[in-house]
């Protein structure tokens, strides 16, 4: 294949990656490569609450449409990220619960609306969700959120109900990291999905974050932990895949982190129910890693420069 794009056709699979906003508006050769080479893409911040909700009742969609819109223009199909999580939530929420201006009645509204109104807004035009986003602890006890603290356990399944009224064609997915190797989070989210579906529950599919770092083994058990999710009936997707290390860059670090990529592909090709890999960033020039882990980052496909790297290659070497 020529690009990643004729590998993702070649395969069978979407191959997406993570949208920086400013630089989809502001940067043509950042555009340029994001619509060549992608099959899909996800706001990397622009759907989430405090971006579309930053005052109560003040909507702001601008951000979001635009990545939709710039999806629609080049083809690529849409996720979107993330209707429920602990992070990332406006002021106005989090306050608001905290000095108990906000009833646990009144946040359960405000939850159903913002599903409702956000899903129902892209009706057709996102593919799949994240509906609920890392709602397990590393221990395999639920995360302790302000949702499940005020809420309880049923909102995960509310959220799925919601959101499958709000677009029935939507597939619905639970995402969490470090899903790839984590026993008991693993074993968690297993019974999670089985007790969702044994009550009816609404859910498509089980998303992998995969954000590894090369510093650590790569998670060898990773198609099989795929296989339980699948074997459950959920479609597979690796939602946010970046393999960082520690800087400096080194010729043999770039070649650890492209084997890194070659098997998080390879995987997820041998799980028939994994159609999906998507990247968090393409280009060194805008990723998470620097702002969120000291000391590390050359996470991606492509260095600052738009240029590919050895993890590139590795991707577009799989049979
Ligand atoms: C990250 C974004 O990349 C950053 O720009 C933002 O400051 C924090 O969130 N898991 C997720 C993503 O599900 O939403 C996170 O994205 C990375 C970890």
Not at 72 to 86: A, E
Not at 105 to 134: C, F, M, P, S
Request: charged fraction near 25%; aromatic fraction near 10%; proline fraction near 4%.
């Amino acid at each position: 294949p020529r690009d990643l794009r004729e590998l993702a056709q070649q395969q069978g699979i979407r191959i997406g990656t993570a949208v920086d906003i400013a630089a989809l508006r502001g940067e043509a050769d950042y555009r340029k490569v994001l619509n060549r080479e992608f099959t899909q893409v996800t706001a990397e911040n622009a759907m989430k609450w405090e971006s579309v909700e930053p005052a109560r009742g003040g909507f702001t969609w601008a951000d979001a449409d635009a990545l939709v819109e710039n999806a629609k223009r080049d083809k690529q199909s849409v996720r979107g990220h993330t209707l429920v999580w602990h992070n990332q939530l406006p002021a106005w929420l989090t306050t608001g619960v905290a000095d108990g201006t906000i009833g646990d009645d009144e946040l359960r509204t405000i939850l159903r609306d913002h599903i409702t109104t956000q899903v129902r807004r892209y009706k057709g035009k996102i593919r799949a969700w994240d509906v609920v986003n890392e709602v397990v602890e590393e221990d395999g006890t639920m995360r302790q959120s302000l949702w499940l603290t005020h809420l309880g356990p049923g909102y995960i399944a509310d959220a799925f109900r919601w959101a499958h009224r709000a677009d029935p064609h939507a597939k619905l997915f639970i995402n969490d990291y470090n899903l790839e190797w984590n026993t008991p989070k693993i074993e968690t989210t297993l019974s999670l999905v089985k007790d969702l579906q044994a009550r009816g529950v609404p859910i498509d599919g089980i998303g992998f974050q995969g954000h590894l770092g090369i510093q650590y083994d790569y998670p060898g058990d990773w198609a099989n932990v795929m296989r339980r999710f699948a074997d459950l009936g959920l479609e597979v997707a690796i939602t946010e895949l970046d393999a960082r290390m520690e800087l400096p860059v080194t010729e043999e670090k770039l070649a650890k982190q492209a084997d890194y990529y070659r098997r998080a592909l390879t995987d997820c090709l041998s799980v028939e129910a994994c159609r999906e890999l998507t990247v968090w960033g393409f280009t060194d020039r805008h990723s998470w890693v620097p702002g969120w882990f000291a000391g590390q980052g050359a996470a991606c496909l492509l260095d600052e420069n738009l240029a590919p790297k050895p993890a590139y290659r590795a991707l577009l070497a799989v049979k």
